[in-house]
């Protein structure tokens, strides 16, 4: 497979989308929300789209519109116009909702569980098993994960400022990933006890020395 998985700073990129469709619209929404610049080509975008700061442009400026964007996204039925401006995007980041292989980037089927964002490509073998899967994992992770991500963000955080090598930072990790004391906090959602634990597990080792 000559694809592999990445994941693209978008805050402050210009994405120029030609289509205004189901399609295109999905694409818009997506880089929206994710901080970038969107203008799209087509007949009219809804208002959601409008309100999230995108402009509707006409199928008559895409040669400005490639020029000025850093990404572009093909998403319209016409095929002729669709060539058109693959062709000229050569220099530009492409992603062909109608050819994805055509481009040189692809958007998987992604989708988010509070701050994690996961994101299945089954490369262009079967969109429904991909829908299939993203309801499984949906189904498997729990609250309980969340909360252990969240912790471990803050422990990663403390033992930056006092422990510079990234090895004995793991051996810390682990320790307090099967801790018992910390799971058992995790499951009655006692954070904040959960975090001075952390803390006396962390900074007592150091009192010490």
Same mark, same amino acid.
Do not use: C
């Given at each position: 497979? +000559? ?39 087509g007949n009219s ?14 199928? =008559? ?36 909702? =109608?050819?994805?292989? +055509? ?13 994690? *964002? ?26 309980? =994960? ?9 422990s990663r955080s ?16 682990? *320790? ?7 799971? #058992?906090?995790?499951?009655?959602? #006692?954070?904040?006890?959960?975090k001075a634990v ?12």
């Amino acid at each position: 497979m +000559d694809w592999t998985a990445l994941y693209l700073k978008t805050s402050g990129l210009k994405v120029f989308i030609l289509g205004t469709g189901e399609v295109a619209s999905r694409r818009a929404n997506k880089f929206l929300d994710h901080g970038a610049i969107v203008r799209l080509a087509g007949n009219s975008i809804s208002d959601d789209i409008k309100s999230k700061g995108a402009e509707l442009y006409s199928t =008559d400026d895409v040669d400005d519109l490639i020029d000025w964007a850093d990404l572009v996204v093909v998403a319209s039925a016409d095929k002729d116009l669709s060539n058109y401006v693959s062709e000229m995007s050569e220099d530009k980041l492409l992603n062909r909702a =109608d050819f994805p292989y +055509d481009g040189d980037i692809i958007v998987p089927t992604s989708f988010n569980i509070s701050d994690i *964002e996961i994101s299945i490509f089954t490369n262009g073998k079967s969109p429904l098993m991909a829908r299939q899967l993203r309801k499984k994992i949906q189904s498997i992770i729990t609250e309980e =994960d969340i909360l252990e991500i969240e912790l471990q963000d803050y422990s990663r955080s403390l033992l930056k400022e006092i422990i510079p090598d990234q090895k004995e930072r793991r051996k810390y990790l682990y *320790e307090i990933f099967e801790d018992e004391n910390i799971q #058992e906090l995790i499951k009655t959602r #006692e954070i904040d006890k959960a975090k001075a634990v952390i803390n006396e597990l962390i900074m007592g080792d150091f009192d010490d020395t």
